[in-house]
């Protein structure tokens, strides 16, 4: 667990200035498409085409710049379901520090060849990301290395936050919708929003195979859920007991929506033929909700996070052709 349990307005101002030439400011484009299947003005800010094609490089790379300024620590580790364990392949190898990513054994391929291609070492026997995230606790402890968690780390989510800071400075917006996994994402959003911009509703979008914060804030504290598979692999696993993002969304994010597997499919296909843009399932865990009606109302400026793209070839084929 880390020590700090906040995150200010101020720590994801100082994250987007450490980030500064180590990761891209994304596009904000708007969608004819789901603007007119809302009623809505409805823009897309496409993470897609970050470093590493997904939002994650942003935490990532803002906690690795803050470990390389500690001479002592040059060893991390961590756990993903593949994006995060990317981005912190790309942010090790650039700070000079070594990595160790554990990840489920059913993570997708092209997230995997991507972490051995940055040069950390990949440790893929888990069967699930709740014992990915077991095993790495304990190898780092083991190891004397620091544990950098993709969405339970301060620094991974000032780095996340940094993206509602573009938004602002953008477009005018009243709503945000944002996939919510772990959290991460969706706690830097919602603190930036809460700071900067409060009349802002931030809508977090949970999987139904994985609801861990509807679950949890119904009964008033994080409890362990059963998880599915699902497509959007990024976002299901049950929460460490005393995450952060817990109390960061129950007290921040304004609504929780979550949205079947056929909705994502339906959203992956969508963004691919009418935007030519293309997601994975938790990348497209946002779109999906704006098509089910459940995170946008008609006559709103909204913007629906678009959050990566690292979706294996073969899969992505088939959700188009409808196998």
């Known amino acids: 667990m880390t020590a700090r349990r906040d995150v200010t307005l101020q720590d994801i101002y100082a994250a987007r200035a450490r980030l500064r030439g180590h990761i891209l400011p994304t596009p904000l484009r708007e969608s004819t498409w789901l603007s007119s299947t809302a009623g809505a003005r409805v823009l897309l800010k ?64 092209t997230k995997k060849a991507a972490i051995r291609r940055h040069g950390a070492e990949l440790r893929d026997e888990a069967p699930d990301y709740d014992a990915a995230e077991r095993l790495a606790r304990a190898h780092a402890a083991s190891a004397d290395a620091t544990f950098i968690s993709p969405y339970n ?25 944002v996939p919510v996994g772990g959290g991460g994402l969706a706690s830097g959003i919602a603190v930036a929003m809460k700071s900067a911009a409060p009349r802002v509703a931030v809508v977090g979008v949970e999987v139904q195979a994985s609801r861990p914060f509807a679950v949890g804030i119904g009964r008033d504290g994080i409890t362990t859920i059963d998880v599915l598979p699902s ?93």
Request: aromatic share 2%; glycine share 10%; no cysteine.
């Open 46 to 109: 496409l993470e897609t085409v970050q470093l590493t094609n997904s939002f994650k490089i942003r935490g990532a790379m803002n906690a690795a710049a803050r470990l390389a300024q500690n001479q002592g620590a040059r060893a991390i580790v961590t756990a993903s379901a593949g994006n995060h364990g990317r981005a912190i392949a790309l942010a090790a190898e650039r700070f000079g520090l070594t990595a160790v990513v554990f990840t489920p054994a059913s993570a997708p391929e």
């Open 153 to 177: 780390h301060p620094d991974v989510i000032a780095g996340a936050g940094t993206i509602a800071l573009e938004i602002l400075e953008a477009a005018p917006v009243d709503t945000i919708v």
């Open 231 to 323: 497509l959007a692999d990024g976002l299901i696993g049950n929460l460490e007991p005393g995450s952060m993002t817990f109390d960061i969304v129950r007290r921040l994010v304004s609504s929780l929506v979550s949205v079947a597997e056929a909705d994502l499919r339906n959203a992956i296909r969508g963004l691919a033929a009418e935007e030519h843009v293309i997601a994975e399932g938790a990348g497209a865990a946002a779109t999906a909700a704006v098509l089910s009606a459940e995170a946008v109302r008609p006559g709103q400026r909204a913007v629906v996070l678009v959050t990566g793209a690292n979706v294996d070839l073969g899969v992505l084929t088939g959700i188009i052709s409808g196998a």
